[in-house]
């Protein structure tokens, strides 16, 4: 609806006189009913006998403008005469608004131009091109409403003449319907009727000239693009074929653009003259010196129009639509109908219709099960009322037991599956109308099995050592699996989302490393971040399962990576970097119960001498270890970045718990400091101790280790605090020395450590 103003009229002018003090500016007598008024009007198109919307003095323009009578240059001005601009209708202002001969003098302004008409705008889904049109949208307010729907009628139009242009369909998979007719004696001068006018621009159209004017009126109000060719400029017949390598079309929006197989053309004998469904050529395009014309009507296929125009940088309203679906069965009573439009504006003499069948699709009858729609849509909905909603969407339907068997009209594609006609009985039946019921299922709690934990239980443990998750694509870079997995084959998408994503991940390091980048970027001084997620490398023995696709195995991952400092900034302790031990501990942390061990290797992407594998119960569940300075430096991270990557099955898995008495009484530390030779491990100590200690042993720690000149070459000194305690008394002096003793004795005996004095 256009903006409000009130006191505007349809004034006519009557006389034009200079005004006397400015060069620019007119003096009009204006009469607006029995009324005349002086006016003074600066508009450049002003002249006697127009007639131009006046507000009177006392109207109230959209601006918010209120007219009262004025002196200008010294004259009186009892109004104002209006642009288009001025009265809210478009953003034309070069002139007055020049209303129709015949509009009725002194009529307000809203009646005599139809200002209150409501324009919609109307969302559609991609699926309903049959709704694209005002009689596809009045079908839809008569289905839903039940109010009458009244189809304009199309009479045949007698021909006058014999002549018709030759066509030939060479493509039916491209064309399955063309038909036309020839118009001669025609006027392409004549003026569009204002009815159509209006409604063309209120319907986002520019009015161009009668003979366009009246196609796109009638694409608009039926949903039919058309074309209308200028008769003398079609060299020949009419071939509707494939385009052919090297062919060009000169459209009519100015663009020339080469053709080729896969694109559907219009051609005479000189060449390519339009594009099938998309757009006319500029050779054959009517103008105001057409006398004759061809009128077409198709039905393109949908999928071959779909994407057409797009890969030429332009989209049309005869392309959306076509590559939707358009009705084939109305294709010569449209062109009855654009016949009439032509001969009542620009007069002329029709030819007969020439009506071409190559090939149109084959309606077949969708089966939909009454209670299966009533499944879906999750209330009882009786036959009787589906049969009902057909009906009303002038559906045919038949009933088939207890099922409908219903044949889609020619404007309807989008009705090929049971799905679409239960989506259609919940349309007329109404959404607001089905109960919203929350989800119901017999489910059953069951216990979690004490030897299992979930995927959410390892993040809380991760967040517990302040990691933040991420979640990353699947798919990544292929330099990234060459440096982080060293695989130069990786498993390589067919169609990737981008170019530079194009391979299957076999780790989660590239991804973690690539936050870790992009954080710092971000000045973050502090970063630990972990992602569970699922990688994928080629395994020949996985042959079945519910992730097995085609030999891949698809193992679950549990990674992470720190970088900056330990811990967050404060005053009462000392900034460091974040180590590997610090991150060994978050392996331990996340492992426990189960007691992790590590034993040094190399992996592609970690620090040669900063690196382990991680073991449970000697089998290896993954990696930890420092980021290898190669891909540092290739990374531009200015700190080392800690990672490790486990299976995440490994960690599932937990011990049975087995609870245990705590004990009432002190406990009793000893400190013991042994030597050894340099290449045996903490670890070995451990090892040991765990299958030969004394029974009141209940923890040993390493807390010191010592390397220097005051020892002999190739020995270093290890010191352990070992933590006695019994559950049942008071451990004496004499127990804890004897325990320690027999630590000490193990020790020597299985690795040859000795007691340093």
């Known amino acids: 609806m256009a903006p409000v103003c009130r006191g505007v009229v349809v004034g006519h002018v ?64 009892q109004g104002m005469l209006c642009s288009a601009r001025e009265l809210g209708l478009s953003e034309d202002h070069s002139g007055l608004l020049e209303l129709a001969g015949d509009a009725p003098l002194g009529m307000d302004i809203r009646e005599a131009l139809a200002l209150d008409e409501r324009v919609f705008d109307i969302k559609l889904t991609p699926n309903r091109a049959d709704c694209l049109s005002v009689l596809g949208v009045a079908r839809e307010v008569a289905a839903l409403t039940r109010a009458p729907l009244r189809v304009p009628e199309f009479a045949p139009v007698p021909a006058r003449i014999a002549e018709k242009l030759p066509v030939r369909i060479e493509a039916p998979e491209l064309c399955g319907r063309f038909s036309g007719r020839v118009v001669r004696g025609v006027d392409a001068r004549a003026a569009t009727p204002a009815w159509m006018t209006r409604r063309l621009e209120r319907a986002g159209q520019r009015p161009i000239s009668a003979l366009v004017d009246i ?69 054959t395009a009517v103008s105001l010196e057409t006398r004759a014309i061809y009128i077409e009507a198709a039905f393109w296929w949908p999928q071959a129009v779909a994407g057409r125009s797009r890969r030429f940088g332009f989209t049309t309203d005869a392309g959306h639509r076509f590559e939707r679906g358009v009705d084939f069965a109305t294709t010569v009573a449209h062109i009855e109908y654009i016949t009439r439009l032509v001969l009542e504006i620009c007069g002329g003499e029709p030819g007969p219709i020439d009506d071409t069948v190559a090939r149109v699709p084959e309606r077949k009858p969708v089966r939909m099960r009454v209670a ?4 879906v849509i999750g209330m009882p909905i009786q036959a009787d009322e589906m049969a009902d909603a057909f009906a009303r969407l002038e559906l045919p ?27 259609e009985v919940a349309r007329v039946h109404g959404f607001e109308n089905i109960p919203a019921h929350p989800p119901a299922a017999r489910a059953k709690m069951s216990a979690l099995a004490e030897t299992r934990r979930s995927t959410h239980a390892l993040r809380e443990r991760l967040a517990g050592c302040d990691y933040l998750e991420t979640i990353n694509f699947a798919f990544v870079e292929p330099d990234w699996e060459s440096d982080f997995a060293g695989d130069a084959n990786p498993i390589r998408l067919l169609n990737p989302i981008a170019s530079q994503l194009s391979v299957m991940r076999s780790t989660l390091m590239g991804s973690l490393v690539a936050n870790v980048r992009y954080n710092h970027a971000r000045k973050l001084p502090r970063i630990r971040v972990f992602e569970i997620g699922r990688c ?34 404060q005053w009462g302790h000392p900034a460091r970097g974040v180590d590997f031990f610090d991150v060994k501990a978050d392996v331990e942390a996340l492992c426990w119960p189960r007691l992790a061990r590590f034993e040094a290797a190399t992996h592609p992407a970690l620090h040669p001498g900063r690196a382990a594998r991680v073991l449970l119960d000697g089998v290896p569940i993954g990696w930890v270890g420092e980021l290898h300075p190669r891909w540092q430096q290739k990374y531009e991270l ?47 100590f451990l090892d040991a101790a765990e299958g030969g200690k004394p029974a009141i042993v209940q923890d040993i720690r390493l807390f010191d280790l010592y390397q220097g000149s005051s020892l002999p070459e190739g020995r270093k000194s290890l010191a352990f605090r070992v933590v006695m305690q019994h559950t049942e008394r008071t451990l004496t002096d004499a127990e804890a020395d004897s325990a320690r003793d027999a630590l000490v004795s193990l020790w020597g005996q299985r690795l040859g450590a000795s007691l340093r004095s």
């Not at 600066?42 to 601006?63: D, E, F, I, S, T």
């Open 215 to 283: 196609s796109n009126y009638v694409m608009l109000e039926l949903g039919r693009p058309s074309h209308i060719f200028d008769l003398d400029k079609v060299a020949g017949s009419l071939v509707v074929r494939w385009g052919r390598e090297g062919e060009r079309a000169e459209l009519l929006n100015g663009q020339t653009v080469d053709v080729d197989g896969t694109v559907g053309v219009i051609a005479d004998e000189r060449g390519v003259e339009a594009l099938a469904g998309i757009m006319g050529g500029e050779p």
């Open 397 to 423: 339907a038949a009933r088939d037991g207890d099922a409908f068997l219903v044949t889609p009209p020619p404007q309807r594609f989008d009705l090929e599956l049971e799905e679409d006609l239960i989506e």
């Open 14 to 77: 009557l006389q034009v006189d200079r005004h006397p003090g400015a060069d620019k500016l007119t003096v009009c007598r204006v009469a607006a009913g029995a009324e005349v008024v002086q006016v003074v009007c600066g508009a450049p198109n002003v002249r006697a006998g127009m007639k131009a919307p006046l507000a009177r003095v006392g109207a109230r323009l959209p601006q918010g403008l209120e007219i009262g009578q004025a002196k200008v240059r010294g004259v009186d001005s």
């Open 536 to 569: 994928y490398r080629r395994d020949a023995a996985v042959a079945d399962g519910p992730l097995a696709v085609q030999g891949i195995a698809q193992p679950l991952r549990v990674g992470g990576a720190a970088f900056g400092t330990a811990v967050e900034e």
């Open 638 to 684: 200015p700190l080392p970045v800690q990672l490790f990557e486990l299976d995440a099955e490994a960690l599932a898995q937990v011990p049975l718990p087995r609870p245990q008495e705590p004990s009432r009484f002190p406990g009793v530390v000893r400190d013991i400091a042994v030597t050894v030779g340099t290449e045996v491990t903490v670890q070995a």
């Open 372 to 375: 299966r729609a009533q499944k």
